[in-house]
């Protein structure tokens, strides 16, 4: 062989081991539509059909998600990224042996790669075997991955479990039947007491839309908090993200229920603070079946489920503590997080466009922003006429806006098509099962 084909043979042969690079790359910096076209260019394999999967996953399209990856491991089964996407998917349903399962697989087929092993702390965590979360995130850090927003998640998560000895955090002292716990309807939100630490009672919103109990800032310097690190929080408005200081509090009470040893966020807006001393993020209570009852203003919690429950029994997706139903808007598919803490519903600007509305539309743009925990929302548009549906109920909206949840996707990993809140809710009784992944709204 000539030496100049030789040098011709090895170039061919890197352009073709790097092609599927930079797929994975874009992903990762969540360039979905970029990625899918690079991926367009490559024959199918496994490895393609299973980053095909993921690209349906970030789109939201999760069951044509399930099975492309199922069809990537049928031509290969030792295809990591199919794994790995089962696994997440496996985690949505809160299976969480299978998560654990699909994600330890991945991990071995391909352990030079750190994003199994974030995920893999995740799929521990909703175990609760937090040992071995911790070892997972360790591992992580130890990569360094070139993903500075993940990474410092990991690391202030790494330093909370540390700080609180990786056991026995969140546990719930609790009545076989604990009393239901009244709220107070205002401003489209609603709030009830809260104790923290013995003291109070503070005044804090039911928001099954927020990850995590967040404090305001004024209030843990009340009750003497210390800092044991920083990370960045994920909301709605300004650029979707904020750095926030996490603490760690013995006991929260609400209720009957007590939940010891609790890590929390804080938040430092002057207009949340106006309104609530704190977040109450009801996945805090997820060893219950919750049920929001609007028309009764009371959070009812259950044990076991009730047989023949009356209302419509929505499968939903279980992403970072927060939970997605599949609605249909106006024909178009998309998941949308259920959200007390949401003054009205929303949609993406992606679901807007669906629909035909972008910022160039004539008179879409609203001249005043939304405020959020991210700050101020820049860019609004008002999309007419909208109708969300689920498969039995249908919600008619004269309006609805549109705003940015790119940065929320981008958190959770799959495609955010809009936020339900309290114009949506309040007529029903949302029974929130986070076990079983399910949404029940009953009137």
């Known amino acids: 062989m000539s030496s100049r084909l030789a040098l011709i043979i090895m170039a061919l042969t890197s352009f073709l081991a790097q092609k599927s690079v930079p797929v994975v790359e874009l992903l990762l910096k969540d360039q979905v539509a970029e990625a899918e076209a690079q991926l367009n260019k490559e024959a199918p394999t496994a490895g393609t059909i299973a980053l095909r999967g993921e690209i349906e996953y970030r789109k939201g399209n999760l069951d044509q998600a399930a099975s492309l990856y199922q069809q990537a491991l049928k031509m290969d089964p030792k295809t990591a990224r199919a794994h790995f996407g089962l696994g997440k998917l496996a985690m949505a349903k809160l299976k969480d042996k299978e998560a654990v399962q699909e994600i330890a697989r991945a991990i071995e087929l391909e352990p030079s790669e750190p994003l199994y092993r974030l995920y893999a702390s ?43 000895g990786a056991k026995d955090i969140g546990v719930v002292v609790a009545p076989q039947s604990p009393a239901p716990i009244q709220f107070r309807k205002s401003l489209n939100l609603i709030f009830t007491s809260v104790m923290i630490n013995g003291k109070g009672p503070y005044e804090f919103a039911i928001d099954t839309g927020a990850s995590q ?50 890590p929390v966020g804080t938040f430092n807006d002057p207009l949340v603070t106006q309104l609530a001393d704190g977040i109450l993020g009801t996945a805090l209570l997820s060893d219950f079946i919750l049920t929001v009852n609007y028309p009764a203003s009371q959070l009812e919690l259950a044990r076991k489920r009730v047989p023949n429950a009356p209302g419509e029994a929505v499968p939903a997706w279980f992403f970072s503590n927060l939970l997605l139903v599949p609605l249909d808007v106006n024909g178009k598919h998309g998941n949308f997080v259920v959200d007390t803490g949401a003054v009205t519903t929303v949609l993406s600007h992606s679901m807007a466009a669906n629909l035909g509305v972008t910022p160039n539309t004539p008179g879409a743009k609203v001249d005043l922003g939304l405020s959020g925990v991210g700050g101020f929302e820049g860019i609004v548009l008002k999309v007419p006429n909208v109708t969300l549906k689920t498969p039995k109920n249908s919600e008619v909206f004269p309006q609805v806006v549109s705003i940015d949840l790119k940065e929320i996707s981008k958190m959770i ?31």
């Open 122 to 164: 995740e799929a521990y965590a909703i175990q609760k075997n937090y040992a071995e979360q911790m070892r997972q995130l360790q591992e992580y850090i130890r990569m360094n991955p070139n993903d500075p927003d993940r990474l410092a998640e990991a690391k202030a998560g790494y330093d909370v479990l540390r700080a609180l």
């Open 213 to 262: 109990v967040v404090l305001s800032e004024k209030l843990a310097v009340q009750l003497g908090l210390k800092p044991l690190t920083s990370t960045v929080m994920h909301g709605v408005g300004g650029g979707g993200k904020i750095d926030t200081k996490l603490y760690s509090v013995d006991e929260i009470s609400v209720g009957d229920v007590k939940i010891k040893k609790v």
């Open 413 to 443: 990993g799959t495609e955010i098509a809009g936020v339900v809140g309290f114009d949506f809710l309040e007529g029903y009784k949302v029974t929130l099962d986070y076990y079983a992944a399910e949404v029940r709204f009953a009137k």
